[in-house]
């Protein structure tokens, strides 16, 4: 149990365009996600928090009209990277909070972004 | 949030226990201190998590003395495949603000 999924697992995009990532919950429901990022060799960073029904919220140095964030069901939320550049190429992870588990959060397998 | 401090490399050998510290001294009162577990291109993996005083499961124990201010995760009998990056974490998980922020992690490599 408590498995979560993320799609795609790898994805090449060409600068200026957008992606979206997909993270979802596949066994529970999670009123809350998380997004992170992280760059070889160093740690996970947090992006955002998303809420089921609600904004996400941001923390700080991390542009929201830059990575949009929408958690439209109980088992989806999704990252989408506008005007991807090179910069933006990192290992992008999503967790998830049960529902009914508040102390615990389970981690995607990450999704790896390359931007030429 | 409390913020952690872990030893950046740790090597072993196959076989031998091994004990991972984390010093977190601003932990709050409703903090809990879990232990993630990250292998190349992969998302974290759950550990363990606790309170106060010792947690056993299947896999690790976790050591929390009475003052909380720290924490070691001990893995019995490494083998290679132990080789990770080893996270402590403190936050309220049950609360209102129940982000984890990751601290440096701890790179731990097993020699046969």
């Known amino acids: ?116 | 949030l409390a913020k952690t401090t872990q030893p950046i490399s740790m090597d072993s050998y196959e076989g031998q226990e091994v004990n991972i510290t984390c010093s977190h001294n601003n932990i709050a009162t409703n903090d809990y201190i879990t232990w993630y577990q990250q292998f190349p291109s992969q998302g974290p993996r759950f550990i363990i998590q606790g309170y106060k005083t010792k947690v056993t499961n299947e896999v690790a124990s976790l050591f929390i003395p009475a003052d909380r201010k720290s924490s070691t995760l001990s893995l019995p009998r490494v083998s290679l495949s132990d080789t990770a990056v080893y996270y402590c974490l403190v936050g309220d998980m049950g609360g209102a603000t129940n982000k984890l922020i990751f601290g440096t992690g701890t790179l731990l490599a097993v020699q046969p």
């Open chain 1, 1 to 116: 149990g408590a498995v979560v999924s993320q799609h795609p697992s790898r994805v090449i995009c060409k600068s200026g365009t957008s992606v979206k990532i997909e993270c979802r919950s596949l066994d529970f429901q999670a009123t809350t996600m998380f997004w992170y990022r992280q760059f070889p060799k160093k740690s996970l960073m947090l992006m955002a928090t998303s809420n089921e029904g609600s904004k996400a919220t941001y923390e700080q140095g991390v542009e929201k009209d830059k990575f949009l964030i929408n958690h439209a069901s109980l088992t989806l939320s999704t990252l989408t990277v506008t005007s991807a550049h090179p910069e933006d190429s990192s290992f992008y992870i999503c967790s998830a909070q049960p529902r009914d588990i508040t102390d615990t959060q389970y981690f995607g397998p990450g999704t790896r972004l390359t931007v030429l």
